[in-house]
């Protein structure tokens, strides 16, 4: 009786774990998807990244414009440190199902709110109020998006939508500063108001553009299909329990019973982290520190005299336009990088993730050297840093896409398949038959099972814990900047200070 019901717990076990086996293979397969299905999922988080992410860069191009008294410092700070809230607070500190769309009109009320501020207000605490809200919008829209994307259930999709919101966060940037250079001319109030409509494209790619996560299916006899998101009040289509539902996307719609149980907690959460600090995180933080610090405590200073002949004539009128055109080179490098795996090219290797971070911290040295001690020929100096900005858009490009893309592509395992492993394994071994022994659970395993599994939430759990994990990296990069806003400040003052000692006036000219 004994070994009868071994091998019928041995069987239970082996079937189950099969099962997860088979799930992990149809992840990572590769799909047929219709052309024109796939071409929208990419047109849509591209729009979705670049409308996100396009009042930031217009805040950033428009600093002068909009507090010219202060520090381009400050407007960094107040830019990102809202954002930076968002990115800990919501991933970190929130419990169970994203509400995605509650967070997307969230987003989009709050940024038209914060553009409205700005537009309407002169005074610098108002303007900076109305910053911060947009801030806050622009953080939370994008780990929103990004754990949207872990929803589709195949890596393929994955690192086709990640490689598409990248490209559109990238363009976010081109974008947003030749408009700005456009409405800076009608006025700064107008050009805001105008802005202030942008967000509003956010809910209305949500809702009638973008295909839903359970509108692809990966059965083996079934052709992939495409809907765009239900409203409220369309009835919900029932679905097996390895699809993605929508009421697991769409928050309006009632969340299922065994599923609403399902939440990480802080210790599990923290599980999922420190495998990415040193991997991933690092990377990503160091990047964003090195680039921000130059672009907004030592790009400013580099400025030279105005030319009067050749092709730099055509682009600098006054020593004001140095700045934009340095911004406007890094925009258009970022965004040729953050295209690149939507471009078709392969991603970078894990192993080489640090090298953008270290190549961002040798031009860290050489833009500040150069604006300190005058490294370059006075006639030629524009033409070099024009050069190095190049490449560092590259690499903070590079870093971002390439960042999000492998962490899309790491395989999450529920605490419970591991325990499920271990107990086959003891089956397997045990040669006394002593099942009673080899079946029961430790006091350890006791608390991991403890919020999983007797009612199958095992893949509500991973799907959490992905999104958890692409949420979470909104940390490193927005730390990374805000260090840099800090930084920033005092960097700028003190390299103008510097040129004034050898003779060069140039910054406080502007």
């Known amino acids: 009786m004994l070994a009868a019901n071994h091998d019928l717990e041995l069987r239970n076990i082996m079937t189950i774990r099969d099962s997860v086996h088979n799930n992990g293979r149809r992840n990572g397969q590769s799909v047929d998807i219709p052309t024109r299905t796939w071409r929208i999922l990419g047109a849509s988080f591209f729009l979705l990244g670049l409308v996100n992410n396009v009042l930031y860069v217009i805040i950033l191009s428009a600093a002068l414009d909009l507090v010219s008294s202060v520090p381009k410092g400050l407007v960094l700070f107040c830019n990102i440190a809202p954002s930076l809230a968002a990115k800990i607070g919501w991933p970190y500190l929130l419990k169970g199902q994203v509400r995605y769309t509650r967070r997307i009109i969230g987003c989009c009320t709050l940024s038209f709110t914060g553009m409205l501020v700005i537009a309407t ?23 929103t998006f990004l754990q949207l994307i872990t929803r589709y259930n195949s890596l393929e999709i994955n690192g086709h939508c990640v490689g ?15 408009l700005w250079w456009i409405l800076r001319q009608i006025g700064v109030r107008t050009g805001i108001l105008i802005c202030s409509a942008l967000p509003f494209a956010m809910p209305l790619v949500w809702f009638s553009l973008l295909p839903q996560p359970n509108s692809v299916f990966f059965t083996e006899d079934t052709t992939p299909q495409y809907s765009t998101l239900p409203t409220a009040e369309e009835e919900l289509p029932e679905s097996g329990e390895d699809d993605i539902r929508v009421e697991d996307v769409d928050p309006i719609a009632p969340l299922a019973s065994s599923h609403s149980k399902v939440s990480l907690s802080l210790k599990e959460k923290w599980d999922l982290t420190q495998p990415m600090l040193l991997k991933y995180m690092l990377p ?12 907004q405590g030592v790009s400013p200073t580099l400025l030279y005299t105005v030319p009067t002949s050749g092709l730099w004539s055509f682009l600098i009128k006054n020593l004001r336009d140095y700045y934009p055109l340095w911004q406007l080179i890094y925009q258009t490098f970022v965004f040729l990088s953050r295209s690149s795996i939507s471009f078709g090219l392969p991603p970078l290797p894990v192993q080489y993730l640090p090298l953008p971070a270290i190549l961002q911290g040798i031009l860290l040295s050489i833009f500040t050297s150069e604006a300190a001690l005058g490294l370059f020929d006075v006639t030629d100096g524009a033409y070099f840093v024009a050069l190095l900005i190049a490449i560092e858009g590259i690499c903070g490009g590079l870093a ?12 999450v395992v529920s605490p419970r398949d591991v325990v499920m492993d271990e107990e086959r394994e003891e089956l397997i071994s045990d040669s006394t038959g002593n099942l009673s022994r080899s079946l029961e659970p430790s006091a350890g395993r006791q608390v991991i099972d403890s919020n999983i599994h007797a009612d199958g939430t095992r893949e509500e759990w991973v799907r959490q814990a992905r999104e958890f994990r692409m949420g979470s990296m909104g940390f490193a990069d927005s730390f990374g900047i805000l260090l840099a ?24 000219q502007i």
Request: glycine share 12%.
């Open 485 to 508: 806003s800090l930084i920033a400040m005092p960097t700028e003052l003190y390299l103008c200070s510097l040129q004034v000692r050898r003779g060069i006036e140039h910054c406080r």
């Open 400 to 411: 971002y896409v390439n960042v999000y893309y492998h962490i899309g592509h790491d395989h």
């Open 121 to 143: 207000f002169d005074s610098l605490a108002a303007r900076l109020l109305g910053i911060c809200l947009a801030s806050f919008s622009c953080g939370l829209g994008e780990i």
């Open 284 to 295: 990503l933080f160091s990047v964003y520190l090195f680039e921000y610090t130059i672009n």
């Open 164 to 178: 598409y919101f990248a490209s559109g966060t990238g363009a976010a940037g081109l974008f947003g500063a030749g």
